[in-house]
């Protein structure tokens, strides 16, 4: 090992304790000293992208780290790599293979300036190479419905789906959040749909799938090109946001983020809350997501109820010729069926069956009938985990840290469990969600808080007041 290599060696161990592993893995590890020449360290990496990055975002420091390592660094230079031409045998004669194709992000990201248009064919072409979470081919713009309630966030999404390759963008990232059934999924879909339909890349994820392919980019060591993959799109759509759990995978997708943004590329993000109110994302995320154009897609109200009731219909009359439901009907429907749509998908299916195996005429006496189950009580104020959490804490004189700590004295227990037992009753979280937002615990712990507080409160009226009491505070 060369001096220069050997200092090269030590700088790259102080850069990776200085921004940490993921960091560093994400956009240190692949540098290679190839020469230091005149006072400057000539620097290899693999692909356009990371030089462009690196020279954007860390070149400075680089230098300044290996200068402190051997004097003579003043600056760094960063080139491209060029993978060794492979040698054949043909007959006796050697052939040399031709060099392989530039990826399309080198060709595509220059600099940081967003990629370079190209033609709708070359686009499909790459575009299968991009496997994302599947699109419902339904989902589109001509089957969403507009309303008060989704005027905004409509008007926002088609904005992003007209706009032409090389236009600025507006509102980036666009944050679109809403309750269940309110028609989050539909807009990213339609969004993507026509995005896609116009020429550019785009690619479409849950939350779910990105972590899933993450992981397996990770355990097959093609996390680069994983990344490499995402940045090289004009719009990244990612839905159930809330549902992205871990560290490393935040961080990930943090550094995405970034990529896209600062290349002026289109990031759409959907959850079911606001980013100020993802209590499991990282702080450093919900803020960059804050930073661009938030909406929120409100209830339904009754108009736009009824305009989906007659939609749904007619799609179930396309295959039960003989189904007909009344406009008095609808109009009851849409009425006592509030919550989301598809509390009114349930709606018509309950109608065309009683219809169809009973044969009985649909008014709205067999509706009352039919669905007086699924008529809810007015959606009661939205709670979250973290304030359960801390009015337990103040009401039991403890911290909140103590209730999120490992401790076991009956001091903590308690108010750890009732806290446990409140999140599961007053929000739509799942017990593994809970067990997360708890330390990390299993969800197993979860259920038996949960089992224990219900079967104490039944035979313990003190612990029944006390719950019933925070419960109100919640709700205020």
Same mark, same amino acid.
């Given at each position: 090992?060369?001096?220069?290599?050997?200092?090269?060696?030590?700088?790259?161990?102080?850069?990776?304790?200085?921004?940490?592993?993921?960091?560093?893995?994400?956009?240190?590890?692949?540098?290679?000293?190839?020469?230091?020449?005149?006072?400057?360290? =000539?620097?290899?990496? /693999?692909?356009?992208?990371?030089?462009?990055?690196?020279?954007?975002?860390?070149?400075?420091? $680089?230098?300044?780290?290996?200068?402190?390592?051997?004097?003579?660094?003043?600056?760094?230079?960063?080139?491209?790599?060029?993978?060794? /031409?492979?040698?054949?045998?043909?007959?006796?004669?050697?052939?040399?293979? #031709?060099? #392989?194709?530039?990826?399309?992000?080198?060709?595509?990201?220059?600099?940081?300036?967003?990629?370079?248009?190209?033609?709708?064919?070359?686009?499909?072409?790459?575009?299968?190479?991009? /496997?994302?979470?599947?699109?419902?081919?339904?989902?589109? @713009?001509?089957?969403?419905?507009?309303?008060?309630?989704?005027?905004?966030?409509?008007?926002?999404?088609?904005?992003?789906?007209?706009?032409?390759?090389?236009?600025?963008?507006?509102?980036?990232?666009?944050?679109? =959040?809403?309750?269940?059934?309110?028609?989050?999924?539909?807009?990213?879909?339609? &969004?993507?749909?026509?995005?896609?339909?116009?020429?550019?890349?785009?690619?479409?994820?849950?939350?779910?799938?990105?972590?899933?392919?993450?992981?397996?980019?990770? %355990?097959?060591? &093609?996390?680069?090109?994983?990344?490499?993959?995402?940045?090289?799109?004009?719009?990244?759509?990612?839905?159930?946001?809330?549902?992205?759990?871990? %560290?490393?995978?935040?961080?990930?997708?943090?550094?995405?983020?970034?990529?896209?943004?600062?290349?002026?590329?289109?990031? $759409?993000?959907?959850?079911?809350?606001?980013?100020?109110?993802?209590?499991?994302?990282?702080?450093?995320?919900?803020?960059?997501?804050?930073?661009?154009?938030?909406?929120?897609?409100?209830?339904?109200?009754?108009?736009?109820?009824?305009?989906?009731?007659?939609?749904?219909?007619?799609?179930?009359?396309?295959?039960?010729? !003989? @189904?007909?439901?009344?406009?008095?009907?609808?109009?009851?429907?849409?009425?006592?069926?509030?919550?989301?749509?598809?509390?009114?998908?349930?709606?018509?299916?309950?109608?065309?069956?009683?219809?169809?195996?009973?044969?009985? /005429?649909?008014?709205?006496?067999?509706?009352? &009938?039919?669905?007086?189950?699924?008529?809810?009580?007015?959606?009661? %104020?939205?709670? !979250?985990?973290?304030?359960?959490?801390?009015?337990?804490?103040?009401?039991?004189?403890?911290?909140?840290?103590?209730?999120?700590?490992?401790?076991?004295?009956?001091?903590?227990?308690?108010?750890?469990?009732?806290?446990?037992?409140?999140?599961?009753?007053?929000?739509?979280?799942?017990?593994?969600?809970?067990?997360?937002?708890?330390?990390?615990?299993? =969800?197993?712990?979860?259920?038996?808080?949960?089992?224990?507080?219900?079967?104490?409160?039944?035979?313990?009226?003190?612990?029944?007041?006390?719950?019933?009491?925070?419960?109100?505070?919640?709700?205020?």
């Amino acid at each position: 090992m060369t001096e220069g290599e050997a200092a090269w060696r030590k700088a790259s161990e102080r850069l990776r304790a200085e921004f940490g592993d993921d960091v560093y893995a994400s956009w240190f590890a692949r540098l290679v000293l190839d020469r230091i020449e005149d006072g400057v360290a =000539h620097l290899t990496v /693999p692909t356009r992208f990371l030089k462009s990055w690196i020279q954007s975002h860390y070149a400075d420091r $680089i230098a300044a780290v290996f200068g402190e390592e051997r004097s003579d660094v003043t600056r760094i230079a960063l080139g491209l790599r060029v993978a060794a /031409p492979k040698l054949a045998t043909n007959g006796g004669d050697v052939v040399t293979s #031709p060099a #392989p194709r530039e990826p399309f992000l080198d060709r595509a990201a220059q600099a940081g300036a967003a990629p370079a248009s190209h033609s709708g064919s070359n686009r499909t072409s790459d575009h299968q190479r991009l /496997p994302g979470s599947p699109l419902d081919r339904r989902l589109t @713009f001509d089957t969403f419905l507009v309303g008060r309630a989704n005027q905004l966030a409509y008007a926002a999404a088609l904005q992003v789906a007209n706009a032409k390759a090389g236009d600025p963008v507006t509102f980036n990232p666009l944050v679109i =959040h809403a309750a269940v059934g309110l028609g989050k999924t539909h807009l990213l879909q339609a &969004t993507a749909h026509a995005v896609e339909a116009s020429g550019r890349r785009v690619m479409y994820l849950t939350a779910e799938k990105f972590m899933f392919d993450f992981v397996a980019s990770l %355990k097959g060591q &093609t996390a680069l090109a994983f990344k490499e993959k995402l940045r090289a799109i004009d719009l990244l759509v990612i839905d159930d946001l809330q549902f992205l759990q871990g %560290k490393v995978v935040q961080q990930e997708f943090g550094h995405t983020l970034n990529a896209l943004l600062d290349g002026r590329q289109q990031v $759409i993000v959907a959850a079911d809350r606001a980013p100020s109110e993802l209590e499991g994302v990282d702080e450093r995320l919900r803020s960059r997501l804050a930073g661009g154009l938030t909406l929120e897609m409100g209830s339904l109200d009754e108009e736009l109820r009824a305009k989906i009731l007659v939609e749904r219909v007619a799609a179930a009359r396309a295959v039960h010729a !003989k @189904f007909d439901v009344p406009s008095e009907v609808i109009a009851y429907v849409a009425k006592i069926i509030t919550a989301n749509g598809r509390d009114l998908d349930g709606a018509v299916n309950r109608l065309l069956a009683h219809n169809t195996l009973t044969g009985a /005429p649909i008014t709205v006496e067999m509706a009352e &009938t039919a669905l007086r189950d699924l008529v809810r009580q007015v959606e009661p %104020k939205r709670v !979250k985990i973290e304030d359960i959490q801390r009015i337990v804490a103040k009401h039991y004189n403890v911290s909140r840290a103590d209730v999120l700590s490992s401790r076991r004295t009956q001091t903590v227990v308690r108010p750890r469990q009732v806290a446990m037992y409140l999140s599961k009753q007053m929000t739509l979280r799942s017990l593994p969600e809970i067990g997360r937002r708890f330390g990390g615990r299993d =969800h197993t712990t979860v259920l038996h808080a949960v089992r224990k507080i219900d079967d104490l409160a039944k035979r313990d009226q003190t612990l029944s007041d006390e719950i019933e009491l925070i419960r109100r505070m919640l709700l205020e």
